[in-house]
């Protein structure tokens, strides 16, 4: 069992940025492969961005690629997200998640976390 706890959300500006961060617990944090989602009101979750568990291996939606950038310390056994560049369409509840590999983050991750509110106002 993995527990997944998000933070860094908040309001922010268009054009501005935030550090996502999510804290693992439980499991070989090391081991697991990690991912963000996003939920905006009265949409389906989508992916935004996942990392292989070494770190060398990246994946990104095309809505947030060259503005966001997924990382992990697994010395901290933290994943985080810097969203820069912000629009106020990437306003959603924001998930941390976590698989075995890249492709079942990207598709049905195994853990989830609670979410985290980010805000980007016009």
């Known amino acids: 069992q993995v527990q997944l706890v998000e933070s860094g959300g908040g309001l922010v500006q268009a054009g501005g940025s935030l550090r996502l961060s999510c804290a693992a617990s439980g499991r070989t944090f090391s081991s697991y492969a990690m991912g963000w989602f996003r939920q905006a009101p009265g949409k389906e979750r989508e992916f935004v961005a996942a990392?292989?568990?070494?770190?060398?291996?990246?994946r990104y939606a095309d809505s947030v690629k060259g503005r966001f950038t997924i990382s992990r310390d697994n010395a901290k056994n933290t994943v985080y997200l810097q969203m820069n560049s912000l629009k106020p369409e990437d306003t959603a509840v924001y998930y941390c998640a976590a698989g075995s590999n890249v492709l079942v983050v990207v598709t049905t991750p195994d853990y989830w976390g609670q979410g985290t509110q980010v805000t980007v106002s016009s």
């Open positions: 990392i292989s568990w070494t770190g060398i291996s990246t």
